[in-house]
Antibody, heavy 121, light 113 residues
């Protein structure tokens, strides 16, 4: 059964870079045609798609975050990562990684448990 | 961007009764070449990540109880829980995957009356 697990610092200072990793088990990142993605959910608010990537393709970013976001993949470790630069309090959220089942764009299934990242000095 | 608007924000339903959630998109998410609606529904129980319930507007995922059903087309969609159970207490969200950026509705909280 495919499982995803996010990891990274729970606290990031304003103006710094948030870095998260998603470890994938029970399946391979190179298993085409799956894409992989990051999403977030500010406390008490709705879900926001951040970025997606296929192991052999170009990344896709939400334009609202485009200039600050980088998604990357380490197929040897079967994990993918998110970097979000110049963070502010508005970036405080639960960050999820997820798989897109068949192709892109698509919906998300399954999801990791999520990791809370707080931006505060 | 396609804006997804859900209503109501919350609803309280008695056990065994029907719950109906609406999701409207600012543009059609129906792809004419394959007649598919690029619309998904998720369930998010308290403290849990979202779980995909329905894709393509009306296709239940494996293992999802048949009391959950999705309907609608183009810009107007509905998620119906035909007989609410205690384990259905959750926030339900819709998502369009017709175009980028992928966008979600604000969510509807379902509680027991």
């Amino acid at each position: 059964q495919l499982q995803l697990q996010e990891s990274g610092p729970g606290l990031v200072k304003p103006s710094e870079t948030l870095s998260l990793t998603c470890a994938v088990s029970g399946g391979s990142l190179t298993n085409s045609p799956y894409h992989w993605g990051w999403l977030r959910q500010p406390p008490g608010k709705g879900l926001e798609w951040i970025a997606s990537l296929h192991f052999s393709g170009r990344p896709y970013y939400n334009p609202s975050l485009n200039s600050r976001v980088t998604i990357s993949m380490d197929t040897s470790q079967n994990r993918f990562s998110l970097r979000l630069s110049s963070v502010t309090a508005a970036d405080t959220a639960i960050y999820y990684c997820a798989r897109l089942p068949m192709g892109f764009p698509n919906c998300f299934d399954p999801w990791g448990q999520g990791t809370l990242v707080t931006v505060s000095s | 961007d396609i804006v997804m608007t859900q209503s109501p924000d919350s609803l309280a339903v008695s056990l065994g009764e029907r719950a109906t959630i609406s999701c409207k998109s600012s543009q059609s998410v129906l792809y004419s070449s394959n007649n598919k609606n690029y619309l998904a529904w998720y369930q998010q129980r308290p403290g849990q990540p979202p779980k995909l319930l329905i894709s393509w507007a009306s296709i239940r995922e494996s293992g999802v109880p048949d009391r959950f059903s999705g309907s609608g087309s183009a810009t107007d969609f509905t998620l119906t829980i035909s007989s609410l159970q205690a384990e259905d207490v959750a926030v339900y969200s819709c998502q369009q995957y017709f175009s980028l950026p992928l966008t979600f509705g604000g969510g509807t909280k379902v509680e027991i009356k």
